[in-house]
């Protein structure tokens, strides 16, 4: 007998679908057969230079963190069969946990599988309907899903606007805690947070601060722990999450740090911490190391900022339009959704790797090529990258 409600949920998926790829909305993914790095080797065989990872510090296919990572699995294994608070705890967690908690400047940290679970999981142990979240429009969307768990009262401000943040810190002031929550630094723009003001704004209103630093943590301040160091207000943020998936390795695993009462709160009723396998031992092996790297040295935090300032300045010379700002995360504007996916395409073609943005991953009407800049590039490969972006530009009649 035909089901014809099943027939019918999967005809509606399916007639979606196309729909997406009729308006140039569907995303499809590139397979690359190699190391991340900034040169890549895609399924196909073809060699780009890749503008379109997280790998700020070059680390993700970098040999020391390799071989960091090998060691790590010789002596602790390739997983723990458990949560944390069962059997899943060992030696190297918690030097993790410690060695992140002394990077940032913070009392303590707990490590959760991904930075997705520190956000989703640090809102409702801490908060209820007695307070507020007060959220940057912009927030990331594992922010967004995190304070949806949780009972608090909730509040945006306009993005990055400092104005509208303290109309809501003001028509809040019956609450008994409230938190401002913001990106560090936000992807898909690269824009900065104001985070000298939002901590004014939160001593002003008798209110706590938190950012998430997945795009800061490693390479944003003089020496790379982060927007908190970058705006000078270490030590007047409360709660800090981030991954070890970006900047600090490449690979994945998240955090938060904060005072101990905090992380011995989470440690004790966050869900996603007491119900998720323990972060392989591998990936805290290396993120211990590249920590260690980090701390002694500035050279590959200089190296990323060298390359974002030379790619900022002559990707406009071509006379692209770019968001503003000193982030290695450089929104190449072209607007339209099919058009973005046109000019990604024609970039493949040409030996460079970026992915185009649209809605909804974007606002309407602000379709994008988002450029990542790495340490790990190479002037040339910047300038043979350049290159394509100008004769694609032109080809598609973008650029003069």
């Not at 999981?121 to 969307?141: C, Q, T, Y």
Request: charged letters at 20%; a neutral charge; proline letters at 2%.
């Amino acid at each position: 007998m035909t089901n014809t409600k099943r027939n019918a949920f999967f005809s509606a998926l399916a007639n979606n679908l196309d729909g997406l790829r009729e308006q140039g909305l569907y995303k499809n993914e590139r397979v690359i057969a190699s190391r991340q790095g900034a040169l890549v080797t895609c399924d196909d065989g073809r060699e780009l230079i890749n503008l379109c990872a997280n790998n700020y510090l070059g680390l993700s296919g970098d040999e020391a963190t390799v071989q960091a990572s090998i060691a790590a699995t010789e002596q602790y294994g390739y997983g723990l069969s458990s949560v944390r608070f069962i059997c899943g705890t060992q030696t190297v967690h918690k030097q993790l946990e410690k060695a992140i908690a002394d990077f940032l400047g913070m009392e303590d940290c707990i490590l959760y599988a991904a930075a997705f679970d520190a956000n989703g999981g640090v809102f409702e142990p801490l908060f209820d309907d007695n307070d507020a979240i007060i959220s940057d429009a912009l927030n990331h969307a594992s922010i967004i899903d995190g304070v949806r768990l949780c009972k608090a009262a909730r509040l945006r401000y306009v993005h990055n606007d400092m104005a509208d943040l303290e109309i809501q810190l003001q028509n809040s002031q019956d609450k008994r805690q409230r938190i401002i929550v913001t990106d560090g630094a936000f992807s898909m723009d690269g824009t900065i947070a104001q985070l000298d003001r939002i901590c004014e704004l939160a001593d002003k209103y008798d209110a706590l601060v938190m950012i998430d630093e997945c795009h800061a943590s490693g390479f944003l301040g003089k020496t790379g722990r982060g927007t908190h160091e970058h705006h000078n207000v270490m030590g007047r943020v409360d709660i800090i999450t981030g991954t070890l998936g970006k900047a600090l390795g490449g690979a994945m695993g998240g955090f938060t740090a904060a005072r101990k009462e905090v992380i011995d709160t989470l440690r004790q009723k966050s869900r996603p911490y007491l119900f998720s396998n323990t972060l392989a031992p591998s990936i805290a092996g290396a993120s211990l190391s590249v920590l260690a790297r980090l701390s002694k040295s500035t050279e590959l935090r200089d190296r990323l900022h060298d390359n974002t300032a030379f790619f900022r300045r002559e990707i406009e010379a071509l006379g692209f339009t770019i968001k503003p700002g000193t982030h290695p995360v450089v929104p190449v504007m072209l607007f339209d959704a099919p058009i973005a996916q046109k000019f990604a395409a024609r970039m493949y073609e040409l030996g460079v790797l970026v992915t185009g943005f649209f809605y909804p991953v974007v606002p309407m009407g602000q379709a994008r090529v988002r450029v990542q800049l790495s340490a790990a590039h190479s002037k040339e490969q910047l300038q043979t990258a350049l290159l394509a972006f100008a004769q694609a530009g032109r080809e598609l009649g973008l650029i003069k």
